[in-house]
């Protein structure tokens, strides 16, 4: 096959994944790409601040390149070819070493698209000498190439932020379950469902000033980035906040409103059980089981239990696994991130007062107290 014939092939695919990607990217649908279950690395790397240059996806970026490529096809340019081979090769490194070392997700998608880029560098080059010499300005595109190169990486870097977060206002059909139990009961809309403060797994002071609640799942990325965040928040506002932890797991086995499922989310009903079963047997010892689910990854059933079983006591965790009330929280948990993703279908959710809910992991630390801050009126 010749080199315009290859090149044409290479750019189609690369189109097509592009516009895939930025279509994704602009319908606010970054949890469902092909072949990735929620809160994977797909949703992690399509939502993050690095998927945008200035609001402008980089994906969408990228379609303009290989739409140039495709027609540069059609009348070879030397000059071009090395300043499409620059841009391609460039942005390769550059996405692929933010995956790796900021982002630390693996997206599929992202990574086919910067494979093809590669490829298509190599063709690029090796054509070069087959094609005639630029004249004109054309020659100069392999310096305007650079310049592209460093404008992206530094308007990524000292560009402003964008909210790598969705976040809407919901109201939870309350259940009526919870209104039985003693304790601090919180509601964050009017006839919106119940909390229990003092008996549903939370972290921090039940009588906080303020209560949030986080639907989450041990074998979400986004999800542990997030618990690492509100480390932050508790830093910088010692004891002013509760946070109720709710598992929802990503697994189509107990939660039927997964559809596409990941391989990495398939201990994640195992998980959530045993994160429930802890506080049952011992809300004490509850916050160190929690730390140990949530920061340790491909974690086992079987090593996880017995880990959790240390902390907890082994008896105390096997009565608490056949307690009704592992199997009601789950469900009713399960059942409000139904509702919750006809909205946004991303984890973790943070729920705030009046409704608020923070759909998917903010960028850091320091991004969700702001957000926080405008949430609950604090003084900055």
């Not at 919901?170 to 009017?190: A, M, N, P």
């Not at 932050?232 to 906040?241: R, S, W």
């Not at 608490?320 to 919750?340: C, N, R, T, Y």
Request: charged residues 15%; proline residues 6%; glycine residues 10%.
């Amino acid at each position: 096959m010749k080199a315009p014939l290859v090149l044409r092939f290479l750019s189609l695919a690369g189109l097509l994944i592009c516009g895939y990607l930025g279509g994704l990217k602009l319908a606010g649908k970054t949890s469902s790409l092909a072949g990735c279950g929620q809160g994977s690395g797909c949703g992690s790397v399509l939502g993050s601040e690095w998927s945008q240059f200035f609001g402008i996806p980089v994906s969408l970026l990228a379609f303009v390149i290989y739409l140039t490529l495709l027609v540069a096809s059609f009348r070879p340019s030397r000059s071009l070819y090395g300043a499409l081979a620059i841009c391609l090769t460039g942005a390769a490194l550059w996405f692929v070493g933010i995956l790796y070392l900021t982002i630390r997700a693996v997206c599929p998608w992202c990574l086919a698209m910067h494979t093809i880029g590669i490829v298509t560098s190599i063709v690029l080059v090796r054509s070069l000498q087959d094609v005639s010499p630029s004249k004109g300005p054309l020659r100069f595109a392999p310096l305007a190439a650079l310049a592209a190169l460093l404008t992206l990486s530094l308007g990524q870097l000292l560009g402003p932020k964008p909210d790598t977060h969705a976040s809407s206002d919901e109201v939870l059909l309350d259940e009526g379950r919870q209104q039985q139990d003693g304790g601090r009961k919180i509601s964050f809309t009017r006839g919106g469902k119940l909390y229990n403060a003092v008996t549903m797994p939370h972290l921090g002071p039940p009588d906080a000033k303020h209560v949030m609640v986080k639907y989450f799942d041990y074998t979400c990325s986004s999800c542990r980035k997030m618990h690492e965040q509100l480390h932050f928040v508790e830093e910088k506002y010692p004891g002013l906040f509760c946070v109720i932890l709710l598992p929802v797991p990503l697994n189509k086995a107990c939660n039927p409103f997964i559809t596409n499922q990941s391989p990495k989310h398939q201990h994640a009903c195992e998980l959530a059980r045993l994160s429930l079963a802890a506080w049952k047997a011992n809300p004490g010892k509850w916050p160190e089981v929690h730390e140990q689910l949530i920061s340790i990854t491909d974690l086992s059933p079987e090593v996880a239990e017995a880990a959790v079983g240390q902390i907890v006591g082994h008896d105390q965790l096997k009565l608490a696994e056949q307690d009704p009330w592992v199997k009601e929280i789950l469900q009713s948990s399960i059942k409000d991130f139904g509702q919750l993703k006809k909205v946004n279908a991303l984890l973790p959710k943070l729920m705030c007062a009046g409704g608020k809910v923070l759909h998917g992991e903010p960028r850091s630390g320091e991004a969700l107290v702001t957000t926080l801050e405008q949430i609950y009126g604090m003084s900055q």
